[in-house]
């Protein structure tokens, strides 16, 4: 006699409690199965950070013979330890998943890299202008700079941002993209720049005179270099004066251009009111349509009147 079958269960009968100890006993063996491989895995990256490391090293040796600025050596060492942990953690992830192949991963890693890219676009845009800001052979660390109206010395360049000490004290920390897409004026890339000033004389003045005056007057400041020449050049009729544009050569650096400044105009005026030379105020000349009464006491009346 056959026995009758079994009832086939329903959503009623299904024990969660069992299902759910499967599993757990079902992850429980593949964990234990996958353990040789996780094992084998950490040791790989425990070796590629050992690797790093040590290229790291050789690397910092190697630019360190080098007249290679100093942040072109960090992006050198940043690029050799990126690389050998990007190739350390593919080997380990082939490892603990055998199914990974090196061309799904790279694969993977590019269409990750453009959904990344998409999102943190200015983030990227501030790492590439930071290499190329890198790389370039001007604006070095103690260049004083001046763009989008920032002036100051440049302390620090990173992958991202570049950290501008202002005059005043204060620190700026810049985007890199902004200085790599705009004009940047570095004042101290020479070690003498050329400095001007305005000085004016009187119209009566014999201006060979005033302007031979001038320029010994410049000529005998100190820190002045005398070799790249001073120039005194009469520049324009001005309301009440006639104004000589004088160019001289000093220290690059805005501490200098200041006390180089300083010094001229002092020896100037000297030397101009040595030699009995007028530097003149504004003239005023006022035109009345009617005449104006002279000698007569304020309140007293005009007889003519």
């Not at 269409?111 to 202008?129: R, T, Y």
Request: net charge negative.
């Amino acid at each position: 006699m056959l026995a009758a079958p079994s009832p086939t269960p329903t959503p009623d009968t299904v024990d969660p409690v069992g299902t759910l100890n499967h599993q757990l006993v079902d992850m429980g063996q593949q964990l234990i199965k996958a353990l040789p491989s996780i094992a084998i895995a950490l040791v790989i990256l425990v070796i590629t950070w050992a690797v790093a490391r040590m290229a790291v090293k050789i690397a910092d040796r190697v630019t360190g013979r080098t007249k290679m600025r100093p942040s072109l050596q960090a992006l050198v060492e940043t690029v050799v330890k990126l690389a050998i942990w990007i190739v350390g953690l593919m080997i380990a992830a082939i490892v603990v998943i055998p199914s990974l192949t090196p061309a799904s991963l790279v694969a993977g890693l590019g269409i990750g890299a453009v959904a990344i890219g998409f999102a943190f676009q200015d983030i990227f845009e501030n790492f590439l202008a930071g290499v190329l800001i890198m790389v370039r052979e001007k604006m070095r660390i103690g260049d004083v700079i001046q763009c989008e109206g920032i002036i100051g010395k440049v302390e620090h360049i990173t992958l991202r941002e570049t950290h501008v000490r202002k005059l005043s004290g204060e620190v700026t920390l810049v985007p890199n993209s902004i200085l790599f897409k705009n004009p940047v004026e570095i004042l101290t890339d020479e070690v003498k720049r050329r400095h001007e000033v305005v000085a004016g004389v009187s119209y009566d003045t014999d201006l060979d005179h005033a302007a031979d005056v001038i320029r010994k007057a410049v000529e005998s400041v100190e820190g002045i270099d005398v070799e790249k020449g001073v120039d005194v050049f009469a520049q324009e009729f001005n309301s009440s004066s006639i104004d000589f544009n004088v160019r001289w050569w000093a220290g690059s650096t805005p501490r200098n251009m200041w006390e180089s400044k300083d010094k001229v105009v002092r020896a100037i005026k000297r030397a101009l009111d040595d030699a009995g030379i007028e530097i003149p105020f504004p003239y005023i000349t006022h035109t009345f349509k009617e005449r104006v009464p002279l000698g007569e006491k304020v309140g007293e009346a005009n007889p003519n009147a």
